[in-house]
């Protein structure tokens, strides 16, 4: 089996008023729909970037890039080499509800599981950051395939890995990216949210 990360299995907590704050500590006061429409700006320009990070440096560059078009869209004459580590500390996630109790489940039902995503590397360190790490027998992202989802080859990476057929694996996600994705590579595709998912699974 395999599951989605963000919009299924984790989501990010809001972070407008972080990012407020760090642009307070650079010296420039930014109201909070100045903030988010920068965000949302940043937001766009990532989605489908995100397998560019796929190695420490690369990464290290993607969120560089990043933290500067936030800054241009929130009209902010900061360095982005400099602020950077400010505006990727502002990001933090947390599981979806019943993400984790779903995640348990499909362990004590001896399910083999994997998490395949559009998500560069840093993936692996959000994951153990809010303790879902260990969930999983192996973790994918677009940026570890060198391909992002609806293509086939995310999946097909974590199957590997897995060790089990795509005829009978099943995948959990909440876009079309997923539901595509999956059924291009021979799976079966369940809908979000991952609770009442892994219910239908488990029945």
């Known amino acids: 089996m395999t599951i ?3 919009g299924t299995l984790v989501r990010l907590r809001d972070p407008v008023s ?3 704050a760090a642009l307070a500590d650079a010296g420039l006061a ?3 729909n ?3 429409r920068a965000f949302a700006a940043e ?4 989605v ?5 990070g796929r190695d420490r440096t690369t990464l290290a560059l993607l969120r560089r890039d990043c933290a500067g078009v ?3 869209a929130a009209d902010a004459d900061v360095d982005a080499a400099s602020f950077v580590d400010a505006f990727v500390g502002s990001l933090s996630f947390e599981p979806e509800p019943g993400a984790v109790e779903a995640c348990r489940a499909l362990a004590s039902a001896g399910m083999k599981v994997a998490v395949v995503s559009n998500w560069d590397v840093g993936l692996h360190d959000h994951l153990r950051t809010i303790g879902l790490h260990d969930l999983f027998d192996v973790v994918v992202t677009s940026a570890d395939a ?3 989802k609806p293509s086939p080859l995310v999946f097909d990476r974590a199957l590997e890995r897995l060790g089990v057929n795509a005829n009978h694996a099943v995948h959990v996600g909440d876009g079309d990216a997923d539901s595509e994705g999956a059924q291009a590579a021979g799976m079966r595709f369940e809908p979000a949210p991952l609770a009442d998912a892994v219910a239908r699974i488990l029945a």
């Open 18 to 20: 972080r990012l407020r």
């Open 34 to 36: 100045t903030v988010r």
């Open 70 to 72: 936030f800054l241009r």
């Open 146 to 148: 060198g391909a992002a």
């Open 48 to 52: 489908p970037r995100s397998h560019e």
């Open 30 to 32: 930014r109201d909070e």
């Open 4 to 6: 989605d990360a963000y």
């Open 43 to 46: 937001v766009e320009f990532y």
